[in-house]
């Protein structure tokens, strides 16, 4: 952790981060993140995880994903487990004592920090899917095929914009359904029902 420069928080099953659960967890990705100058901290997901967000957020009712943002923004350490009790309490105490930040504090800082991540995933998964649909659009001679792999990306994006606008994020949320309408339109066509 910030002894080494570094603390790694990992962030799976992506739905339900294990994580978040735990006390230590919790305490170490706020103290890291309070000594930036002297701890990087780097919050990963592994292949399979991302593979099954992105795949998520192109369902287009994706609940999962609303799910995810508001456990991540209702991170509460005074509910988080140790497996150790005397731990918990310990920590516990440093957190609600005079010196300590308090429950509010330490759980906003942790809840935005979490956000920025998910934005910063979300736009990792934009990037992936568009350099998927360029290289299949090259590959592929089908011309349905690419229609299905266009109109997914504009699903994709349609879901990616919804979450930035619901996080405020409005000016990258417009860019989004813009591209998602210039593939339709594309596809489609202008006077396209849709």
């Known amino acids: 952790s910030c002894g080494i420069g570094h603390a790694l928080a990992m962030m799976a099953p992506w739905k339900e981060p294990k994580y978040l659960t735990r006390i230590w967890c919790i305490f170490e990705i706020y103290t890291a993140h309070q000594y930036q100058d002297k701890c990087r901290v780097t919050i990963v997901m592994p292949p399979n995880q991302k593979k099954q967000l992105e795949d998520d957020l192109l369902k287009e009712k994706s609940t999962r994903f609303h799910a995810l943002y508001e456990t991540l923004g209702k991170t509460k350490i005074e509910d988080a487990e140790a497996t150790v009790e005397d731990d918990r309490i310990a920590i516990l105490e440093m957190v609600r004592g005079k010196d300590g930040p308090g429950y509010r504090v330490l759980n906003n800082q942790v809840n935005e920090l979490l956000r920025v991540w998910v934005i910063s995933s979300i736009r990792e998964a934009v ?18 095929k690419r229609k299905e792999k266009s109109l997914s990306l504009s699903i994709f994006y349609h879901q990616v914009a919804n979450l930035l606008k619901a996080n405020g994020e409005y000016n990258e949320a417009l860019v989004m359904f813009r591209k998602a309408l210039a593939i339709e339109e594309s596809v489609l066509g202008v006077n396209h029902e849709s």
Not at 129 to 143: I, Q
Request: no cysteine; proline share 0%.
């Open 127 to 144: 990037t992936s899917k568009e350099k998927a649909n360029e290289s299949s659009s090259v590959l592929e001679k089908e011309r349905e």
